[in-house]
């Protein structure tokens, strides 16, 4: 890929800024001609615009112009890096345009989209990645500050933090339906938050990664999910290919609407792997199925993704051949980190690195 353009999001106090000056001297030194958006929201703070006005006129004409900026932006540079012909380029952004959708009424966003001649599918389809880094103010209320950020709205209190949270989760919101959302937790170490950034953007670049092994358990639902947790359905094909890759399909859909994704991944040594995703076309999707594997079954299940003390968690319902299985799988989580397990779950089983339960062999017939 000798362009690629990734969002860098999340809630308020989440790393964001120490992140960019991460991302900017690690790809640089690659030899990446490496690219930052700035986030359009607090230029426009900084001019005097605010967010915050009851005046419904200015408020809407504020947040269009947000997102007229924000498109010319990325465009412009993208038209620069088309440009640079002797290096491949990356292009950060600081907060994307799905961002701006989760500070206002659904309604008003679909206005503001049909006026600036856009959609949201449209919207989400410009970023090869989105990562997003869990705010501070939920799992590591310690490390929360405004004093890096004058312009920010949530304050360090019990209300701010409150807040902050309520934000961060609309921000996920708003991205959902992404095919390479990323939500990258909160650690004790914020050296291992920082790490994972470079990690996934090293994945969507093609780099090779090293194997991490995802803590994964059978549970039992005992309790209320969080209401404010995303649901997915997934359906995941394998097909046939070489013996030493896993290649599959998968169909995801939220509320009618569905995204699919083409995915390899080949081991290039005993501990690395190179994971290729790509999003298609129903119509490919569809052609594609005729070379799904006779000798597996196609994987049916309902995700609903959630985060619990700072933790990102997807917990996974499956159905059809594999009725009644369960599997709470996290996200991020480091080696010799805790997991933050949430009371509404109660672990039957840890099946970490456990072959059998992977997709690719429950899926066997």
């Not at 924000?70 to 620069?80: T, V």
């Not at 799905?98 to 008003?108: R, T």
């Not at 999910?225 to 896993?246: H, K, M, N, R």
Request: hydrophobic share 35%; aromatic share 10%.
């Amino acid at each position: 890929m000798r362009i690629a353009k990734i969002v860098l999001t999340g809630g308020p106090c989440a790393g964001k800024t120490t992140a960019l000056v991460r991302v900017i001297e690690h790809f640089s030194s690659l030899g990446y001609k490496v690219f930052t958006i700035p986030e359009v929201p607090t230029l426009f703070t900084q001019a005097g615009m605010n967010y915050l006005t009851t005046n419904r006129g200015f408020f809407y004409q504020g947040e269009k112009a947000t997102l007229e900026i924000q498109l010319a932006l990325e465009d412009k540079f993208a038209r620069m890096a088309e440009e640079i012909t002797d290096q491949p380029c990356l292009i950060v952004c600081d907060r994307g345009t799905m961002d701006i959708s989760a500070y206002m009424a659904p309604e008003v966003w679909e206005q503001i989209t049909a006026d600036v001649g856009t959609s949201t599918p449209q919207l989400r389809q410009r970023y090869d990645a989105v990562l997003h880094l869990v705010s501070a103010a939920d799992g590591a209320e310690q490390y929360y500050t405004t004093a890096n950020n004058a312009q920010r709205y949530e304050q360090m209190n019990e209300e701010g933090l409150r807040i902050a949270r309520g934000l961060d989760k609309k921000v996920i919101h708003a991205w959902k339906g992404h095919p390479h959302l990323r939500v990258i937790n909160n650690h004790d170490d914020f050296d291992c938050k920082m790490n994972r950034v470079l990690m996934e953007i090293s994945n969507v670049l093609g780099l090779p990664q090293p194997i991490v092994e995802e803590r994964k358990y059978i549970v039992e639902v005992t309790g209320e999910l969080p209401a404010d947790c995303i649901e997915s359905e997934i359906v995941q094909t394998y097909l046939t290919g070489d013996p030493d890759s896993e290649i599959r399909l998968r169909r995801r859909g939220w509320d009618g609407k569905y995204v699919y994704v083409h995915t390899t991944k080949k081991k290039t040594s005993a501990n690395e792997e190179l994971v290729t995703e790509r999003q298609i076309n129903n119509n490919l999707y569809e052609s594609m199925l005729a070379q799904a594997d006779p000798w597996r079954h196609t994987i049916s299940k309902l995700r609903r993704s959630f985060i619990w003390k700072g933790q990102y968690f997807e917990l996974d319902t499956y159905q059809n051949q594999l009725e009644g299985l369960v599997i709470l799988e996290t996200k991020g989580i480091t080696e010799n980190e805790p997991v933050k397990m949430p009371p509404f779950l109660r672990v039957v089983k840890d099946i970490t690195g456990l072959k059998d339960y992977y997709n690719y062999n429950l899926a066997r017939k």
